[in-house]
């Protein structure tokens, strides 16, 4: 079984500022992980991914993840948030062994960027 | 060139209607996956198909029917529309293999009035 949990449901930051998002992962399996993004009435795009080769994971438009197996977290994070940010973000795990993608959402954090 | 891409975008309806969504990807993927996402954002998925064959299929009324004509197509049918179906349904594909990501459509919102 696998399970996500992303710990905040709101997020709000100023512009300029650091941007954490957290997440929490439970796997029976060493896991990929990703974290996607949303921008209202818009469909997912991916942000990054984990899939056991390095622990910190560059992403698209400044955003990294860390992965931590002793902490089973992959938090995102991003040294200044723009207004653009202002989305609603899901951190995701799947089974790497599995045939397919078994893509298992969070409940999503919406990030809220103010000038 | 849109990569997955799903018909209609919004859908407003009648209850107890028959309704069909469309999706189709050019990525050349194996897997396709119907999501369903509810009014509190949350997604789970609903059916996964690789090469035209069922491999997911959650706990889904049976008023849904997917079919797939061929790998790069994935069609929703939903048979006697409910109140409670309406939410916004996400096409998706990728490569075989779990640690591969989801390319996503842009959503059908479906609206059962």
């Known amino acids: 079984a696998q399970s996500v949990t992303q710990l905040d449901s709101h997020v709000s930051v100023s512009e300029g500022t650091p941007v954490l998002l957290r997440c929490n992962y439970s796997?029976?399996?060493?896991?990929?992980l990703f974290w996607y993004v949303q921008h209202p009435n818009k469909g997912l795009q991916l942000l990054l991914k984990?899939?056991?080769?390095?622990?910190l994971v560059k992403g698209i438009n400044g955003f990294e993840a860390e992965f931590k197996k002793s902490e089973t977290s992959f938090h995102l994070t991003k040294p200044s948030a723009h207004m653009s940010d202002a989305a609603e973000y899901f951190c995701?795990?799947?089974?790497?062994?599995?045939?397919?993608?078994?893509?298992?959402f969070g409940k999503g954090t919406m990030l809220l960027v103010s000038p | 060139d849109t990569a997955v891409s799903q018909t209609p975008k919004y859908l407003v309806t009648q209850m107890g209607n028959d309704k069909s969504i469309k999706c189709e990807q050019n990525?050349?993927?194996?897997?396709m996956y119907w999501y369903k996402q509810d009014s509190k954002k949350f997604l789970k998925i609903m059916f996964s198909?690789?090469?035209?064959?069922?491999?997911i299929n959650e706990t889904v009324p049976n008023r849904f029917s997917p079919k797939s004509p061929d790998k790069a197509h994935l069609n929703l049918h939903i048979n006697s529309l409910e109140l409670g179906d309406s939410a916004v349904y996400f096409c998706?594909?990728?490569?075989?293999?779990?640690?591969?990501?989801?390319?996503f459509g842009q959503g059908t919102r479906l609206t059962v009035v």
């Open positions: 998706a594909s990728s490569q075989a293999g779990g640690s591969q990501e989801a390319f």
């Open positions: 198909y690789n090469n035209k064959e069922l491999i």
């Open positions: 995701v795990v799947s089974l790497p062994n599995s045939g397919y993608s078994t893509l298992t």
């Open positions: 796997s029976s399996y060493s896991p990929s």
């Open positions: 990525l050349g993927h194996d897997t």
């Open positions: 984990y899939t056991s080769a390095a622990t």
